[in-house]
């Protein structure tokens, strides 16, 4: 399932609406489960929490006969507009999970030039995450090295504590992408939480795709552009830190909780890695792709 969160035009009505992004169409779960007398969640949040049963009966409602959908239970997708599928507990990032991120970090960000031993993670507030099609926030009181990471999302579907590597896809709901957005020169003293936890600079999107329709997510191509150039280019086979180690090393002393993302690293071609430095500025669009996922669309606004 491709499952989204949106609002419609319909007069006074900006309630946000589960949804299944299903050939064009923005099926509204919600409707359909009201006209077949199905008790499903509204919010995507407590549908993961609600586990296989929801999932199960979603499934049913989508694969209905289309002629028997009632009035308001499919929309173009171009007729609403998309949010952020949720807003996580936690997101839990991974930095330096590429090989090559790793070298041009450690010319341009003074990390260390050797690869981590183990996965090295931080934190961004759940006040950070933007939607697609929302705005990133630019304060040129606050930075001027405004920088993109197109990075695969792990949305967690299971609690997951101690879980062993073979173990760890069990407690995935799906994949979605995170666009890690960093204030360079808000590092503090080493620590990432305020260059990279600011509003806006976590953009999530435009869907949740569930465990089942991707096979293999350690082979997804990704890539990113700033005003249609190309600046991120490879894929997820080139994680240092797979999937399965990242669940297994946070759960070792961090409960993973239903809804949960971890934002699973970023390739190379960052802009503080251009030479020279390139950085986002008001009226800038970005986009990252990945594979079987889609494009998470964000313009850039000045926001002083």
């Known amino acids: 399932m491709r499952l989204l969160t949106f609002t419609t035009a319909a007069a006074g009505d900006s309630t946000p609406r589960l949804g299944a992004d299903v050939d064009g169409l923005v099926l509204d779960l919600g409707v359909l489960a009201d ?25 049913r409602l989508i694969e209905a006969d289309p002629a028997a959908r009632p009035a308001g239970g499919a929309h173009r997708l171009e007729g609403v507009t998309p ?14 999970n590429y090989v090559e991120h790793v070298e041009e970090s450690s010319r341009s960000l003074d990390t260390d030039k050797e690869l981590p031993t183990r996965p090295v993670l931080f934190s961004k507030p759940a006040t950070a995450v933007t939607g697609p099609g929302a705005p990133i926030l630019h ?14 999302a792990v949305v967690i579907g299971r ?4 879980v062993r590597e073979e173990d760890a896809y069990e407690h995935v709901f799906g994949f979605s992408i995170v666009n890690d957005i960093s204030a360079r020169d808000q590092r503090r003293s ?17 869907v949740v795709v569930t465990a089942d329709e991707i096979p293999d997510p350690m082979a997804l191509d990704l890539s990113l552009r700033v005003n249609g150039v190309t600046k991120q280019k ?30 699973t690293g970023s ?27 889609g494009t998470l669309v964000n313009p850039v606004v000045d926001a002083r």
């Open 35 to 59: 006209h077949a007398g199905v008790d499903l969640p509204g919010d995507l949040l407590s549908f993961i929490q609600a586990g296989p049963a929801a999932q199960e009966a979603a499934r």
């Open 83 to 96: 949010a952020a599928p949720l807003r996580p507990g936690k997101i839990i990032g991974v930095g330096l």
């Open 139 to 152: 304060n040129g009181n606050l930075t001027r090295q405004l920088d993109w990471e197109c990075e695969l």
């Open 159 to 162: 609690t997951a504590y101690r």
């Open 190 to 206: 080493g620590q990432w939480f305020f260059s990279k936890g600011q509003d806006s600079y976590a953009p999530f999107g435009p």
């Open 234 to 263: 490879s894929n997820t086979r080139h994680m240092l830190f797979p999937i399965a180690r990242l669940i297994a090393d946070i759960s070792s002393g961090v409960t993973l909780e239903p809804g949960d993302v971890i934002a």
């Open 267 to 293: 390739p190379s071609g960052v802009g503080a890695g251009m030479v020279p430095p390139e950085f986002l500025v008001p009226g800038d669009t970005v986009e990252a792709t990945v594979e079987r996922i």
